[in-house]
């Protein structure tokens, strides 16, 4: 079986879902699970609607209205007949949503989130799945979180294998194609789950790994993985093929391209990772698969915008040593705050990080009794894999460096721009 994924931009409209049909007429669909997100930026629309349910704004209504509409005019391009049978479906989703706000009593945000949310995905694979059927081909529309098990912990979902790998391997079908929902799973008390942000990589992954599966194909709007953000660098080059370590390296730094928790199922089963346009369906893309070096070797620029860096020191000249370093780590574990880049030198202990819930406040008011803080804010963190004096000067140019950081493999460089 081959597992696909087609990520909220590859579905962002009628003629993306009509496009998700011309790459499997081209690439074949039989014996695949399709692994799809919520179309374009839904997730982010119902982040909007769940934020104005928790602050009863008068605009919750205009905020579901936004989300249906949005849809619907996606069902009237593809379909045409507003008599389809999906428009029913999708109109039935909705209404489960709205019964759920209206009767909801738990005041857990977290839970109230993946409750929302998770309508994103339901609704976009209902489209799909009767999408595909229209045009002629037999499609299976599965649940995920009837497969797909987790604890409780709401937005950030651990995976129970044991139960997944059950679930899975006992019920989907092969021979046919298969639709499911990225992101989400249930727990326990079979209330819906999901797994973090930008999570539906990390589900084809679940089920290649559960299935056996011959490979996963991350269907993109770019070639494959650049060596660098198209955006940002002139000159980024795709890379050919590169080893599960790589990947997970780049991942790690902040590549955004494969979500970092998805490799780590594919390496230990050692199944390849294909990384493909969706535009140019039959172009090789990228192969992240086992042992292969990074080919050829360039170096690889990953950006982090927005970061924050954080110095702190001792206040009476003593050393920052194993136990005030793990009191600061185990602050910035509770208040949320990831940690990019750590520094230290005998008196002082420097950070690079990013403040994502915007809890640097709250924490520097504690860090604030027992160091001295500074900081510097919106400073961005360079990344160079595999650097050279050449990449180094490309990234240090026009911008003033605060900081530097360099190992074998990797060059990190923060810097401030020049005003
Ligand atoms: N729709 C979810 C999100 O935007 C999951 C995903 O796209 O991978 O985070
Ligand atoms: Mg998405």
Partial sequence: MRVFKFGGASVKDAAGIKNVYDVLQQVGYEDVLLVVSAMGKTTNALELVIKDYFEKSPSLQASVQEV???????????????????????????????????H???????????????????????????????????????DVRHFIKTDANYRDAEVDWELT??????????????????????DENNFTTTLGREGSDYTAAIFAYCLNAESVTIWKDV??????????????SLLNQISYREAIELAFYGATVIHPKTLQPLQKKEIPLYVKSFINPLLKGTVVSKGVALEPY????????????????????????EEN?????????????????????????????????????????????????????HVTLYTIRHFNDLAAEMVEKDKIVILKQVSTETMQIITSEKQ
Avoid at 70 to 89: C, G, S
Avoid at 128 to 133: A, D
Avoid at 165 to 186: D, P
Avoid at 335 to 364: M, P, R, T
């Fill in 68 to 102: 249906k509409k949005y849809h619907n005019q996606i069902l009237m391009d593809l379909f045409e007949d507003d008599k389809h049978e999906v428009f029913q479906a999708v109109q039935h989703l909705f209404s489960d949503l709205e019964y759920f706000l209206s």
């Fill in 165 to 186: 790998k059950n679930n899975i391997a006992s019920n989907v079908k092969r021979k046919m194609l298969n639709v499911t929902q990225g992101f989400l799973g249930s």
């Fill in 298 to 321: 360039l170096p690889c620029f990953i950006v982090k915008r927005d970061q924050l860096l954080i110095s702190l020191s001792s206040i009476d000249f003593s050393f920052i040593m």
């Fill in 223 to 236: 070639p494959g993985v650049m060596n660098a953000d198209p955006r940002y660098f002139e000159n980024a």
């Fill in 325 to 377: 370093i793990s009191e600061i780590f185990a602050l910035f574990h509770e208040f949320k705050i990831k940690v990019n880049l750590i520094q230290n030198s005998a008196i002082s202990f420097s950070v690079c990080v990013e403040d994502k819930f915007g809890n640097f406040k709250d924490l520097n008011a504690v860090l604030s009794k027992k160091f001295k803080v500074d900081f510097n804010e």
């Fill in 104 to 142: 909801n009593k738990s005041p857990n945000y977290n839970f109230v989130y993946d409750q929302v949310v998770s309508y994103g995905e339901l609704v976009s694979t209902t489209v799909l799945s009767h999408y595909m059927s229209f045009r002629g081909i037999q499609t299976q529309w599965i």
